[in-house]
């Protein structure tokens, strides 16, 4: 059984800083990409970041320069850090693993920035 589970999330002031996780469990880890999106009520689901199998980042304009993210492939876990948070980064954090034509999510947490 595949199984994604986030923490980290929180309340936080702006400007403040936050460190989401991601542990997977049931998946082949290293060979899958992984990606963090959220999703603000009444918007919908945003990629945030994702990070390959070899280790390749991408981010969403609006995070770059402000969020990391990373993973630990004996951990089975990936990370994504969050610097300069902004109230419009609040939202429900989700984290995703992906390999070829399957794909898991976690069940998301809540990450909320106040101003």
């Known amino acids: 059984q595949v199984q994604l589970v986030e923490s980290g999330g929180g309340l936080v002031q702006a400007g403040g800083s936050l460190r989401l996780s991601c542990v997977a469990s049931?998946?082949?880890?290293?060979?899958?990409?992984l990606g963090w999106y959220r999703q603000a009520p009444g918007k919908r689901r945003e990629l945030v970041a994702r990070?390959?199998?070899?280790?390749?980042?991408n981010y969403a304009d609006s995070v770059k320069g402000r969020f990391t993210i990373s993973r630990d492939n004996t951990k089975n876990t990936a990370y994504l850090q969050m610097n300069s948070l902004k109230p419009e980064d609040t939202a429900v954090y989700y984290c995703?693993?992906?390999?070829?034509?399957?794909?898991?999510w976690g069940q998301g947490t809540q990450v909320t920035v106040s101003s």
């Open positions: 990070i390959t199998s070899d280790g390749t980042a």
């Open positions: 049931g998946i082949i880890f290293s060979a899958n990409a």
């Open positions: 995703k693993a992906d390999r070829a034509w399957r794909y898991y």
